[in-house]
């Protein structure tokens, strides 16, 4: 088993504006930024940099002036091939001369996705653009019993969206069944950027439990499939789509198989009297006195079936003192649903 970070690690950075409250409210806001956001092409011989009331902007030709983000001026950077840091300690019209001077003056089509009058990523012509809006559309359509985790320490949810990327983290709280004798639920957290700030992923697992910090506690089957803004970019949802639904598929499975186990243990006698079933109890290493507790409460549920034993045992052993000895009894409980499997 092991502990997954990377919701964690979305606590600390994400401001208010980037954080929502349900997956539907954040899938109509990036259906929204999807519908204003518009794709330019244009050579880098008509990218200028202008200093339109003492701010840096960039001028695409006759598709206007844009301003510039902190990602869209990083990529200027990038494109220009000089230091952001440099560039930053620089007036605004001594960086327009060094970018006037650096941007490359080539006739190939850059890709420049802007929001109105703000300019959000510029790129060359092998990246191809994922929208949030068609990942989330696809696992609302597939992931129906999903839902965000019991709210951070810091109130967030689990669901960001911010001009640079986009992060997910969903469980089925209803999907708990018992792997190898422990209780585990699935999960997985997605992500992508429009911008190019990170790849488009997926991260399913089955897990014990989220702390106050969206830390997961004990995953086990975690499986991870990620992929580049290349041409071939949105084959990934198949992918995604066939994996979030083969652990859909694998709850269904675990849990009628769990349900059934559970159906029969109430159908099922451990003995026709006390003494058969306290014979039974002790072979298990339940000791006498706590065998004896747990048939006083099984026998007013009418018969002493598997299911009404382990539920009293289950019951008994969450008032012992120790955990060590909570956990045994739990184990010797537990052991005793083998007998219907």
Not at 111 to 130: A, K, N
Not at 203 to 226: G, L, P, S, Y
Not at 247 to 275: C, H, I, N, W
Request: proline content about 3%; charged content about 25%; overall charge negative.
């Amino acid at each position: 088993m092991t502990h997954l970070t990377r919701a964690s690690a979305q606590l600390f950075v994400r401001s208010e504006d980037e954080c929502f409250e349900s997956l539907s409210e954040l899938l109509n806001h990036c259906r929204w930024q999807q519908a204003e956001s518009i794709d330019l092409w244009q050579p880098p011989a008509v990218l200028r940099p202008i200093n339109q009331h003492g701010r840096l902007m960039l001028s695409a030709g006759s598709d206007g002036a844009f301003a510039l983000n902190d990602w869209s001026f990083s990529q200027l950077c990038g494109l220009a091939r000089v230091s952001k840091e440099t560039v930053n300690r620089l007036s605004v019209d001594t960086a327009q001369v060094v970018f006037g001077e650096t941007l490359p003056s080539g006739n190939k089509p850059v890709q420049l996705l802007t929001e109105g009058d703000r300019l959000r990523s510029i790129h060359g012509s092998s990246y191809t653009r994922l929208h949030n809006a068609e990942l989330l559309t696809m696992l609302s359509e597939f992931a129906v019993d999903f839902q965000p985790p019991q709210r951070a320490a810091t109130g967030h949810t689990g669901l960001y969206c911010g001009e640079q990327d986009l992060f997910c983290f969903l469980i089925d709280p209803l999907g708990w069944t018992e792997i190898d004798g422990e209780a585990f639920a699935p999960g997985f957290f997605v992500w992508n950027s429009e911008v190019g700030r990170r790849s488009v992923g997926v991260q399913t697992f089955w897990f014990q439990a989220v702390c106050a910090n969206h830390i997961v506690w004990d995953a086990v089957e975690v499986v991870e499939f990620a992929r580049k803004h290349t041409g071939n970019v949105h084959e990934s949802l198949v992918e995604i789509r066939r994996i979030v639904e083969g652990l859909v598929a694998k709850r269904d499975e675990r849990r009628d198989g769990f349900y059934g186990v559970v159906r029969k243990a109430m159908q099922t006698a451990l003995g026709d009297d006390a003494d058969e079933v306290l014979q039974v109890l002790s072979k298990a290493g339940v000791n006498r006195a706590l065998a004896a507790k747990a048939l006083e409460i099984a026998r007013q549920k009418g018969r002493f079936t598997v299911f009404a034993v382990v539920d009293a045992l289950t019951r008994l052993a969450g008032e012992l003192k120790f955990a060590g000895d909570r956990t045994e009894a739990d184990q010797r409980a537990g052991r005793l649903l083998e007998l219907v499997t």
